[in-house]
């Protein structure tokens, strides 16, 4: 299995904190990506990163915040939690970024984050 | 409509049958496909990718058919670990590099 860790594995908060969840990986990959996974949705981006201080927004990306300041670390911070962010949160990676490197991602274990 | 569809079954079949997903996808500037198994609150696992030429591995094979814009897989001899939910990827590189990921198909192999 790729050697990504995420932490918390699961977090209950309340409405208006701020919460950061970390991924960690030991592959040495450039581009690492944070998902939420909800009922009837499937995976959406939320972020991505493809280097060091290199990020950028994914299809659900207000709310949320990201920096990558070591390769192997990527966070993702929720600066005022709402209901609406209740979710699990998965990281993945990839050696590769571009569609032509058919590269494809691995998934950390996940985050099940409530917020009452 | 969803750049990337599934049909969301449930799938029920009994052990040794064969069973086959589609996943539809919209955008014709996409070039890269997965196929992924998700286990319930698991994290999703790359199953195999898909090659245009179609490509097998075991039980499974993955095929292509970018004229009509699917990829499918068929699973042969099912077992009871197969059951799962099997999540279909496309990979787009125009309008900027995007992974979409299907919703997923539910699979249930029963004894």
């Known amino acids: 299995d790729a050697g990504i860790t995420q932490s918390p594995r699961h977090k209950v908060t309340e409405t208006g904190t701020p919460v950061t969840l970390r991924c960690h990986q030991t592959e040495n990959h450039r581009y690492m990506y944070w998902y939420r996974q909800d009922p009837g949705h499937g995976l959406r981006l939320i972020h991505y990163s493809y280097g060091v201080k290199d990020t950028d927004k994914g299809e659900v990306s207000d709310g949320y915040s990201v920096s990558r300041s070591k390769t192997e670390d990527f966070l993702l911070t929720l600066e005022s939690a709402t209901s609406s962010q209740t979710s699990v949160y998965f990281c993945?990676?990839?050696?590769?970024?571009?569609?032509?490197?058919?590269?494809?991602?691995?998934f950390g274990d996940g985050t099940r984050l409530s917020i009452l | 409509r969803k750049e990337v569809e599934q049909d969301p079954g449930p799938f029920n079949v009994p052990e040794g049958a064969t069973v086959a997903f589609n996943c539809t996808y919209s955008n014709s500037a996409s070039q890269s496909f997965f196929w992924y198994r998700q286990d319930c609150r698991k994290e999703p696992k790359l199953l195999m990718s898909v090659y245009s030429s179609g490509n097998e591995d075991g039980r499974f094979t993955a095929q292509l058919n970018r004229a009509s814009q699917y990829i499918s897989l068929l699973i042969r001899d099912s077992k009871l670990s197969d059951s799962a939910t099997y999540l279909c990827v496309v990979e787009r590189g125009s309008g900027g590099f995007k992974t979409i990921f299907g919703a997923g198909t539910r699979l249930f192999v029963k004894a």
């Open positions: 993945a990676i990839s050696e590769g970024g571009t569609v032509y490197d058919n590269q494809p991602q691995h």
